[in-house]
Structures are given as C-alpha cells and as structure tokens.
C-alpha cells in the first residue's frame, strides 16, 4: 500500500501578498479553515491541508470562492492583516 498518494485531484499553494511580499499560510490557518464546522460549508469538504501553504482540492472545489472564503476567514481569525490579500496558485 502506497501512503505516498495525492488525495485530491489539485494541490494548491496558499499564501498572503503583504506590503509587497508573498509569505506562506501556515498549516495551522489552512487547518482551522478546513474543519468544516468552523465554515459550515460543505462546498469546501474536499480540501486537505498537507503542508505550510498546501492544500489538497476535489475539481468541485471552486478556486475564487474558495480564496474569498479563506480570505474572509483569515481576516476574521486576525491572521492576516486587512490589507492583505490571498494568492492562490496551482502547483
């Protein structure tokens, strides 16, 4: 048995623009926001966190959406700045 797999079908890379810097989301944020009774959205069910600035998505998982929400969330657990912005990239 190979414990090595991907799970989802997207891995994406999670992180906040601030005064001009890229800098990592880390895995405690990513985890908090994808305990879905936290968002209480089941759109966002088939996300994982598996690393500092990583999630594993299901193709479902509609990407603008998703960075609006974790942006939301971010801003509300006062991780980023309100200023900030989430970047989102494949990879």
Not at 17 to 23: A, D, M, S, T, W
Not at 27 to 39: E, Y
Not at 61 to 67: A, G, K, S
Request: with cysteine; hydrophobic share 40%; net charge positive.
């Amino acid at each position: 048995m190979c414990l090595n797999r991907r799970v989802f079908a997207r891995k994406v890379r999670v992180q906040y623009l601030h005064e001009g810097q890229l800098r990592p989301c880390p895995l405690k944020w990513l985890d908090n926001f994808s305990m879905r009774n936290f968002t209480n959205a089941t759109v966002f069910d088939d996300t994982l966190p598996i690393g500092d600035s990583y999630l594993e998505v299901g193709n479902n998982v509609p990407m603008e959406q998703l960075r609006t929400a974790m942006e939301d969330w971010f801003r509300r657990k006062n991780y980023i700045p309100k200023d900030a912005t989430l970047v989102l990239t494949a990879g």
